[in-house]
């Protein structure tokens, strides 16, 4: 017994060849003993072990996607484009933590046997990733909807809706040149004008 795994199942139990009497035994050990409706001693381990198990998958999730999550807001923070890249030769972008959700999921495929579930980790980065992808890109929908329904345009004179995820949303003003503030000057409140200038 001393190799026998410890993550051994009832389903390979029945698989390993030991006499049918033994496994029905141990089947019946375990529904009595350690099954969800069972106040037994083992039943308390098993649920506390369970509880505790998911504890730390859940912790371990948790900061993973902090990281991630601060990793996507770094590059947002340094790019002049924030995650979304210009495609050289064309108008189109392609979005950093669309393709990070995309190679987490391939990679955490391919590094499933790795030590120290590192393909968890990298699935775990990649579900991250997603939900940063869909949360701008949900957002941004709306506030096109949003703007379509306001009547506004892009380059129409009036100011866009604000709270699109874009850039100048997390630099502020710095990136809102002399040209702009040109532009939308007949625009803005009169009271953020005059406290521009203080």
């Not at 308390?44 to 991630?68: C, D, Q, S």
Request: hydrophobic letters at 40%; aromatic letters at 6%; charged letters at 20%.
């Amino acid at each position: 017994m001393a190799d026998l795994s410890p993550t051994l199942t009832l389903h390979s139990l029945e698989k390993s060849g030991a006499p049918a009497s033994a496994v029905t035994s141990i089947k019946e050990w375990a529904e009595r003993s350690i099954s969800k409706d069972s106040s037994g001693y083992a039943a308390k381990i098993a649920k506390a072990k369970l509880h505790g198990t998911e504890f730390v998958l859940g912790a371990r999730a948790v900061g993973e996607g902090a990281v991630f999550g601060a990793i996507l807001g770094g590059v947002h923070g340094m790019l002049p484009q924030g995650l979304d890249l210009p495609i050289p030769g064309t108008k189109m972008h392609m979005p950093l933590d669309g393709m990070g959700a995309l190679l987490g999921l391939v990679a955490g495929t391919f590094a499933a046997a790795e030590p120290y579930g590192i393909g968890k980790t990298l699935a775990n980065g990649g579900a991250s990733c997603a939900t940063v992808y869909s949360f701008r890109k949900m957002n941004d929908l709306l506030l096109a909807m949003q703007s379509k329904k306001s009547g506004i345009t892009p380059g129409g004179g009036a100011m866009a809706l604000p709270g699109k995820i874009g850039k100048a949303t997390f630099t502020g003003e710095v990136s809102h040149g002399r040209k702009w503030k040109a532009e939308h000057a007949h625009t803005e409140d009169p009271v953020v004008s005059a406290a521009r200038g203080l």
